[in-house]
């Protein structure tokens, strides 16, 4: 079982950055793939970025185009964390942001992730 915790959510002007973070408490991390989705209000809940085991020491990153290119993710296996760095914030980046994990493949579907977070809120003021 794997609890998740997000904070670093905010107000943030357009072009701005804010630096989310999702730590992990449970028994295994390194193995558990982990992503970050959000949603707007009004919305479905959609994929933001990802980090996936594959195998080892070995991560896979990946991200939707629409935040390609200004968001990282990273995690920390040692600390048990997860982090989305987010700059060049746009108004549509306005969403609550949630972390998830799952011991298994996750794709892109917010479906293929068993465990997630409250969720935290991310405002992007033009």
């Known amino acids: 079982q794997v609890q998740l915790v997000e904070s670093g959510g905010g107000l943030v002007q357009a072009g701005g950055s804010l630096r989310l973070s999702c730590a992990a408490y449970g028994r295994t991390f390194s193995s558990y793939d982990m992503g970050w989705f959000r949603q707007a209000p009004g919305k479905e809940r959609e994929f933001v970025a990802a980090?996936?085991?594959?195998?080892?020491?070995?991560?896979?990153?990946d991200y939707a185009d629409s935040v390609k290119g200004r968001f990282t993710i990273s995690r920390d296996n040692a600390k048990k964390t997860v982090d989305l760095q987010m700059n060049s914030l746009k108004p549509e980046d306005t969403a609550v942001y949630y972390c998830?994990?799952?011991?298994?493949?996750?794709?892109?579907?917010?479906?293929?992730?068993?465990?997630w977070g409250q969720g935290t809120q991310v405002s992007v003021s033009s």
């Open positions: 980090t996936r085991w594959a195998g080892g020491t070995t991560y896979d990153v």
């Open positions: 998830a994990a799952d011991r298994s493949y996750a794709s892109r579907r917010a479906n293929d992730y068993r465990h």
